[in-house]
């Protein structure tokens, strides 16, 4: 609405304006036609610019018109509008003319002005908002910082332990000052970014890490007490609630509580009520006679379940200070099971472990036997982890089970490897009686980088290089020092990683890497392939030395005689530089990458050796040879990084690019400032045009623009004698 107004004001302004330009202009026409002024028009169109600069093009437009209807009364004969004498005629063009060249100049000067005006107010208006815009984040930036100090100073006075980690990394991202002095620390800042294992020793640590997967696990608050010692060692009990919860920008967070009890405990183990409490809890020896019997000291966690209700109750040993700590207390066993399964069993053994942990599967397993095990993997730390989970359940009590879940990750791994080794022998045995030139064989772990020697020549023994360990491609790039000869290690250093090599076997299905062993002091051709088996136990990196010595050896001698053909075919004999041939080659390279549309950049240089058979008829072709090798090594030192052809008897060219292209114009001045001072000194000297590649469609084309610039400088220098 309120653009619709501004529109009707301003047709408004422009008619009153229209109506007054008209009326003054009638009254300037009758006045300058009463009182007989000499040259009315100029004063009519001085009146004319000023309406429409004033005014804009409307009520310029009509008194324009009314000009030009004066203009023809008045010079018409006998007032007439039609009839002109020819002069008369002539004139009126010439006053048709000037109103138009005046009307068209100012109207647009008007109407750039006034764009101008429109783009001031625009702007004024644009700024007035942005002053508003700013003052309002000004007052909410106070009021978030009020706000922000007023939470700070809540969680600080807390008398609670309080903190957020970070799930993924489990770093602290804030904490209060009584976490901070429990962590000896002298503020939260020192916290802040910290790991628990950064802060406390290992063991509670770990034990505090353990406690985060629960609540992560869990879609409640996870709440529980504890003994934990502080970050000096301190006993404190505490009672502590942690509770997953996602920050705005969707990482997924920790947050807790710990509220320090020791006080409040030892108040109560002194009170008759607490030994009153105990007292009655021994006296339910039952349920400890039955844990005792199934618990030994490598057990992990402990569970007492009811098979009739599925409840239960969860426990962790404490071996160090000969306690068990009751974790939790739930209504069904076997939904929890599954559901914390999806979380820490290993995804490979998931399906198979929760067809076999099931209640129907359990009591049917029970029902002729004492105890029941499963095997599987735990994901302990992100990394899987051998658990055995024993389920037991007493002669004197059908209805009660012990469940314990024990870490055997050490003895399975080290029965696996055993297996694997027996086989590998066997096969890498097979492998080095078919292939006899291999000298090494090795089986890497790709994920811990262990590794295993299975095969080697007597020769790569006296090398001294360790047949296992745990850090295969650290220490491969340690033994290269002394192993690898030297001119070949920086490409050893630069190809051979652990990344490299994935990367290159996902790609290509293999790694192949050519370098030289110095074996009894002197180098020796070697080809090192890797590729990547599937084993039982995951995957395993095959890596194997092969001695190519004989072979590269016969491939270089071949390759050197070649060369040296080629060198011979593409080399001038006088000279040394390319020739003719060479030329063609390279003219058919780029022409290719320009019909390819490729990003081509080249400049071609032609030259010609000036009184060439002047020196051959004064002096003799000896002379004149000398003249052509002084010339080419002038120009061959201009063109340090370009390759130098000899096209024909005194003429050269040069093909730049890189480096040289991009300083063409330094080097081309350069090289005639030379030839200069050569001509004064009377020792040879060339003439050279130079052209750039500029989306011709053939190399052919470049060289004559080229061709005809050297002409060019030809004559100058003829002229400059």
């Known amino acids: 609405m309120e653009k619709v107004g501004k529109n009707v004001n301003g047709h408004n302004k422009q008619l009153i304006l229209t109506i007054l330009s008209a ?65 008369n005629f002539q004139k009126i063009l010439v006053i048709v003319f000037g109103i138009v060249v005046n009307f068209v100049i100012v109207a647009l000067l008007k109407r750039k002005r006034d764009k101008a005006e429109r783009m001031l107010m625009d702007t004024n208006k644009y700024l007035l908002m942005s002053n508003e815009y700013l003052a309002d984040k000004v007052d909410t930036a106070e009021r978030i910082t009020e706000l922000t100090q007023s939470v700070s100073a809540l969680l600080t006075n807390m008398p609670a332990l309080t903190f957020t980690k970070d799930i993924a990394t489990g770093k602290y991202l804030a904490c209060n000052q009584n976490f901070a002095k429990y962590a000896h620390k002298e503020s939260p800042d020192q916290v802040i970014g910290l790991t628990d294992l950064e802060i406390f020793d290992e063991e509670t640590a770990r034990h505090f890490m353990e406690d985060d997967r629960k609540a992560v696990s869990m879609d409640k608050p ?52 607490v030994q009153e409490a105990l007292e009655e809890a021994l006296s339910e020896s039952v349920t400890f006679g039955h844990i005792a019997q199934a618990l030994s000291a490598d057990y992990s966690y402990l569970y007492y379940v009811d098979m009739e209700t599925n409840e239960f109750t969860e426990y962790r040993p404490d071996p160090k200070h ?32 929760l067809k076999a942990f099931n209640k129907e599967t359990i009591i049917q397993k029970l029902s002729d036997r004492t105890h029941y095990t499963l095997n599987y993997r735990q994901l302990i730390d992100g990394v899987p982890v051998w658990c055995n989970m024993k389920i037991t359940r007493m002669g004197d009590d059908s209805r009660h089970l012990v469940v314990g879940v024990r870490n055997i990750d050490k003895q399975m791994k080290e029965q696996e490897e055993a297996e694997r080794l027996q086989e590998e022998r066997i096969t890498y045995a097979r492998i080095h009686a078919l292939t006899r030139n291999y000298i090494a064989i090795y089986s890497v772990d790709p994920d811990t980088e262990r590794y295993e020697e299975y095969s080697s020549s007597s020769k790569y ?28 290690l920086p490409k050893f250093y630069a190809l051979f990683s652990k990344k490299n090599i994935l990367r290159e076997i996902e790609t290509n299905g293999v790694f192949s890497l050519d370098y030289r062993l110095l074996i009894d002091g002197n180098p020796v051709f070697v080809n090192l392939n890797a590729g990547l088996v599937e084993e039982k136990d995951g995957r395993q990196l095959i890596i194997g030395v092969n001695n190519i010595d004989a072979q ?48 081509v950049h080249f400049a071609i240089t032609v030259f010609d ?46 093909i730049s ?58 004559k100058e220098l003829k002229v400059g004698r």
């Open 23 to 87: 009326l003054a202009m009638g009254f300037l026409i009758f006045l300058v036609f009463h009182i007989n002024v000499p040259n009315p028009n100029m004063i009519l169109i001085t009146a004319m610019v000023f309406f429409t600069s004033v005014g804009g093009v409307l009520p310029g437009g009509v008194s324009a018109l009314m000009m030009l209807l004066y203009s023809m009364y008045f010079f018409s004969t006998n007032h007439s509008f039609f009839q002109y004498t020819e002069i």
């Open 222 to 273: 996870y709440i529980f007490t504890e003994d934990t010692p502080d970050g000096k060692g301190v006993m404190h009990h505490f009672q502590t609630t942690k509770q997953k919860f996602t920050d705005t920008t969707g990482r997924q967070c920790l947050l807790g509580m710990c509220m320090d009890i020791s006080e409040l405990v030892d108040t109560r183990q002194e009170s008759a009520k």
């Open 322 to 353: 000969g306690k068990m700590h009751v974790i939790r207390h739930d209504s069904d066993f076997f939904e929890a099971s599954h559901r914390d399964a999806q979380q820490i069993i290993y995804e490979k053994d998931l399906e198979e472990f």
């Open 461 to 488: 023994d006296e090398l001294g290089i360790k047949k296992t360990g745990d850090n295969f491609f650290a220490e491969s790039r340690k033994n290269a020092a002394f192993s690898i000869y030297q001119e070949d």
């Open 552 to 599: 590269v050896r016969q491939n270089m001698e071949y390759e050197r005689s070649l060369a040296a053909a080629q060198i011979q075919a593409h080399r001038d004999e006088l000279t040394g530089v390319k020739n003719k041939l060479a030329y063609a080659e390279l003219e058919e390279e780029l022409n290719q990458q320009i019909r390819e549309k490729k990003d």
């Open 609 to 654: 050796v000036n009184e060439l058979k002047q020196t051959n008829d004064n002096y003799g072709h000896h002379a004149g040879d000398e003249l052509l090798r002084d010339a080419c090594a002038m120009i061959c030192h201009a063109f340090a990084h370009s390759p130098v052809f000899r096209i024909g008897g005194d003429e050269f060219a040069a």
């Open 657 to 714: 690019r890189r480096y040289d292209y991009d300083h063409i114009d330094e080097i081309v001045k350069g090289l005639k400032e030379e030839n200069r001072v050569a001509r004064e000194n009377h020792t040879a000297n060339i003439a050279l045009g130079m052209a750039r590649f500029s989306g011709e469609s053939t190399v052919a084309e470049v060289f004559e623009k080229a061709d005809h610039n050297m002409y060019l400088n030809k």
